[in-house]
């Protein structure tokens, strides 16, 4: 992060402008919105520049700027069009430790001005630490759309029963609880429709309701098994990224990747359950338990897992404890691996000219072997696609051939598919264990079999 964004209060407090112009009076409008003291420093200032100077008790000063004028304020503007004064301000202010932004010079700015989408008391301030401007005021208005037009009447309800919520609800996690199902309640919709009576109504029952439920003690939490998708976050369901940013406490998989976590509530407990191969068996039952114990803590828990839950994820165990538990839980399926990677690296998993199946398997390795029903596997015109299939890519391709498929068949070996480290390595069945080898391609990976592999030639896009 090149700049920490901040909100500054400056109500009351005198704020400088140097600079007299067009340019200036959009920048005092601005500080005088939030209520600042507005103290004009130039030698020709428009009249209007004045009288909103003399309305927010500031001062007009139609002489040139000298450090004296920077006397106790709490930020500087300098908007003139004269690089000597611009700099002179900057230097003058820097000198003094008072805030200063030079209007379009990025290098004399002590602060920025970021884009801002005002419904107040909701403000979104948007910045490119400088670097794009115009990708700034797209984003503004893509936020401005949004954003409902009366946020600002929900905002203000709300803070209404800040009080009220606090007395009612001591603890915190139960508290932000609270507020989430309230803005995933009907309340936010009916206030956007202008029903304001029916909104308040339902708050109070909800207090009500939750008094009750304190008097019979404690509430029961839940479990989100979630599935994040293959790495590219852009793949995240809708329902996923609801959940995420809801969530109190979350348990990871290894496999879910840096940007995905980024887009989780960032105060929620972050929980690693990277796995050693070797001990899984005692791993998942600490996690199911660990599920368990967290709901009964009344938190919502968000299990987070690569790709798809129900595929090769072990989601199925996981939430059979959870249901003899008594523990209330969601399901929110992902990409899985195989049709992420396959649509990534162009290679479609049935096509009508050479698959009419796909059949997902584990590549696993067990004790050192595979033990896979290679006879069904060897079909005309179905593709297999091999998860956790690296370390056992030799295995799987020499059984292949010697349950009779071509040694020329194609093969993918995918890593890392859909983020920007994606590589794909295509081959033929006979020589693909010696090429992996050779380009040192490293886990996670999926393996793709079958002539559909062939279409990557033409359909490649990503990365390329
Ligand atoms: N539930 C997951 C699979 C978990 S098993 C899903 O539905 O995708 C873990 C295996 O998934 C890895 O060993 C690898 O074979 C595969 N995998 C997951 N993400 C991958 C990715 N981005 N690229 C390649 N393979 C991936």
Sequence with gaps: MELLPIFLNIRDRKCVIVGGGSVALRKANLLSRAQASVHV?????SEELEVLCRASNGAAMRQPFTPAHLEGAALVIAATDDGAIN???????????????VVDKAELCSFMMPAIVDKAPVLVAISSSGTAPALTSKLKE????MIPGSIDKLANLLGSYRARVKDTIANLDQRRQFWQDLLESEVPELIYAGNEDAAIETIEQRLRDRLQAAGAGGKM??????GAGPGDPDLLTLRALRLMSKADVVLYDRLVSDEIMQKLRPDADKIYMGKEQTKQGVEQET????????AREGKRVLRLKGGDPFIFGRGGEE???LAQAGVPFQVVPGITAASGCAAYAGIPLTHRDHAQSVRFLTGHLREGTLDLEWEHLVREKQTLVFYMGLSGLQTICEQLIAHGMAADTPIAVIQQGTTRRQRVISDQLGSMPVLAKKTGIKAPTIIIIGSVVSAQEKLSWFGS
Excluded: D, Q, W
């Design 221 to 226: 939490g839940e479990v989100y098994l979630v």
């Design 87 to 101: 700099l002179a301000v900057s230097a003058a202010a820097k000198s003094l430790n008072i805030p200063v932004n």
């Design 287 to 294: 996690i199911n338990e660990l599920l368990v114990r967290l």
């Design 41 to 45: 420093i130039a030698t020709s200032i």
């Design 319 to 321: 939430l059979e404890t």
């Design 142 to 145: 893509m936020i401005e759309i």
